[in-house]
């Protein structure tokens, strides 16, 4: 922990050419964020309290003032990951664990659902007079159907391929959000970059930590009024990464119709699936975006201050709609 220079121009030169370190300059501090800089009238320099690995996230290329917040003092895109980031030993493991319990979660969930549903349907016909089904028949072929999901289901093999496949996709995703990043920054202003680079998570930390008053007096803000402003940083945040997500799925969908699965003798009925499937898939993505927001929103009015409320929130709004959608 130290701190860290961003800037080191700190002076400017009159008409005659002579250096002037004290002309027009301001001293921005913020001690919550522990953020400082110094703006001359063309150049800001600024230095902030962080690790090593933050220092060496601040990608803005130039000293120009309209860099800085001006409410904040935060350097635009100072959330932008690099390239390499998701390959580092500690991303990979984090993204590997992650992805693991989410396939197990899901193949457990599934197949209790789906035994559920087999339970009720085997009882119906029980009780149904006109079907000659026992309890003791029922109870068999539940027992049956029971065994054989559980072996099928929960094969090592069939088990590892799913996990290794979500993270494939997963790394792939990352990629497709970097080089859409890139392609934000090259034509956009700073400004208007940063909100769609912006990380959610860290942004409502630092919200809490600036802004947040429990009783919203002294010019502070409640839970109410982050929240509505998290659901709007969300909302473009997020984007990217919905819209990265979408052109990996709609590759993966585009080579299991027209290479894997392709028959020249069913050529119509392949592509009405793909326009459904691609139809559905875009549908889920918009819809997961707006949940996303949403669920911002409500975990940060329902969980204690800080970042963690956002970012589960999101998460379990977007979880929701995939499982509605399927």
């Known amino acids: 922990m130290g701190f860290h220079t961003l800037y080191h121009r700190l002076a400017s030169k009159d008409a005659n050419g002579n250096t002037n370190g004290n002309a027009n300059r301001g001293l921005y501090m913020d001690g919550k964020l522990q953020t400082y800089a110094v703006q001359t009238p063309e150049y800001s320099i600024g230095c902030y309290k962080g690790d090593e690995s933050s ?17 904040t003092g935060r350097v635009y895109l100072s959330d ?18 992650r992805l693991s319990a989410l396939q197990l979660g899901q193949i457990t969930a599934g197949y209790y659902n789906d035994l559920l549903d087999e339970t009720m349907r085997l009882d119906r016909k029980v009780m149904d007079m006109d079907d000659p089904m026992t309890r003791e028949q029922a109870d068999m072929l539940e027992r049956i159907w029971s065994e054989t999901e559980w072996s099928r289901r929960f094969d090592f093999t069939s088990i590892s391929m799913k996990i290794k496949e ?23 202003t700073v ?13 409502a930390k630092r919200k ?27 909302l473009r945040a997020n984007a990217i990464a919905f819209f990265a997500e979408y ?53 940060t009015l329902v969980l204690p201050p800080g970042g963690y409320g956002t970012l589960l929130g999101s998460n379990i709004g977007d979880s929701l709609v995939a499982n509605l959608i399927k």
């Not at 400004?191 to 942004?203: H, L, M, N, R």
């Not at 839970?223 to 969300?234: F, Y």
């Not at 585009?254 to 875009?282: C, G, I, P, R, V």
């Open 55 to 71: 220092s060496k996230n601040m990608l803005a290329a130039s000293v120009r003032r309209d860099l800085f917040d001006p409410k």
């Open 80 to 97: 932008r990951r690099h390239w390499v980031d998701q390959f580092k030993p500690r991303n990979m493991a984090v993204t590997c664990v």
């Open 166 to 188: 979500s993270i494939i996709t997963a790394q792939l995703t990352s990629l497709v959000v970097r080089g859409l990043e890139s392609i934000v920054v090259a034509n956009c």
């Open 191 to 203: 400004q208007v970059a940063d909100s769609y680079i912006i990380d959610p998570f860290k942004e």
């Open 208 to 234: 809490f930590e600036r802004d947040y008053d429990s009783t919203g007096e002294n010019g502070g803000k409640t839970k109410g009024d982050i929240g509505k402003e998290m659901a709007v940083v969300c």
């Open 247 to 299: 052109i990996v799925s709609q590759c993966r969908l585009a080579y299991s119709t027209f290479y894997k699965n392709y028959s020249k003798s069913d050529k119509e009925e392949q592509m009405k699936l793909f326009l459904k499937a691609s139809s559905t898939l875009a549908f889920s993505r918009m819809l997961g975006l707006l949940a996303s927001c949403a669920g911002a929103c409500v975990g």
